[in-house]
């Protein structure tokens, strides 16, 4: 069984630290000190809902996160994300048509390059590479684009909208379990084009492979795509006031869909966050 993509392995991980210190604390003043175990029982209860907080956070905001935590640091290489435009013009020109974006805007944005850095989960267990946080000037008001890459530096990573969709603005974040039959079909034609760009790349192939083993063995399923299999995962929502991260889960493989609550049009996905090695 491989390691659980990060959309588990942080929430179980972040939610146990808080439950296990305070489960023991709240163990020890039920049978030693009575008189304090409601005051206790707040505290817990107020680190649980901190935990799911922050990590819904860093759900709906990937790169702030990452820059906040250190996990990513800004270096030279610019000329990085042009380079890869030039060697891999059927992935990335259809990226930027997506954001609606063309390869001029990229000549003239202002490109920022962060590097995640070596001891970090992210480098060492899903091989994130770089990440490139262009800014584009427009006239009503600044648009950026995020793309983070992996080692082969295949987009697993992207979001673009204005700068209020890459930043938290303090909201709440709301976690919601979907249902199959709630399910948009502007969400299925989002997770198509997104086969569309990735279908020949090897990080996507490998999120396939694993997660038509995720399925139970029984059954018969079709070639593996984005769009097939969120007939099949179990979906979950996390939103504030900006933004909204639909993340389909099978088993130990996930992928998410970013929607721009304001704009009400999809704005960006992740693969990048599965253990596939």
Not at 70 to 94: F, N, Q
Not at 114 to 133: I, K, N, P, W
Not at 164 to 187: C, F, I, N, W
Not at 242 to 260: G, P, Q, R
Request: aromatic letters at 12%; glycine letters at 8%; charged letters at 20%.
């Amino acid at each position: 069984m491989k390691g659980k993509g990060i959309i588990i392995t942080a929430i179980v991980c972040a939610l146990l630290i808080t439950a296990g210190t305070f489960g023991i604390s709240l163990l020890y003043q039920t049978i030693f000190q009575p008189e304090s175990l409601m005051e206790e029982r707040s505290d817990s209860e107020t680190g649980w809902r901190e935990a799911k907080q922050a990590y819904g956070r860093e759900v709906l905001y990937p790169f702030s996160c990452a820059l906040e935590s250190g996990v990513i640091a800004e270096t030279d290489g610019a000329y990085l994300l042009l380079d890869s435009c030039h060697t891999r013009p059927s992935v990335y020109l259809p990226l930027l048509e997506l954001a609606g974006l063309e390869f001029s805007d990229l000549e003239t944005a202002n490109v920022a390059t962060y590097q995640y850095q070596s001891d970090t989960v992210e480098a060492d267990r899903y091989g994130m590479q770089y990440l490139f946080h262009v800014r584009l000037p427009q006239s009503d008001g600044e648009r950026s684009l995020i793309i983070a890459v992996d080692r082969e530096f295949i987009p697993v990573l992207t979001l673009y909208g204005t700068e209020k969709v890459l930043y938290p603005e303090g909201d709440s974040v709301d976690v919601h379990t979907l249902e199959q039959g709630t399910l948009s079909e502007a969400l299925f034609e989002y997770a198509g084009k997104i086969d569309d760009i990735l279908v020949l790349q090897a990080a996507y192939n490998s999120l396939m492979i694993a997660a038509l083993e995720c399925l139970p063995a029984e059954e018969e399923h079709p070639t593996g795509s984005l769009r097939g299999y969120c007939a099949h995962g179990e979906w979950q929502m996390y939103s504030d006031s900006s933004m909204a991260a639909y993340v389909c889960i099978l088993e130990d493989c996930n992928f998410v869909l970013y929607y721009d609550v304001s704009d009400g049009t999809f704005c960006g996905y992740s693969i990048a966050f599965n253990d596939l090695r």
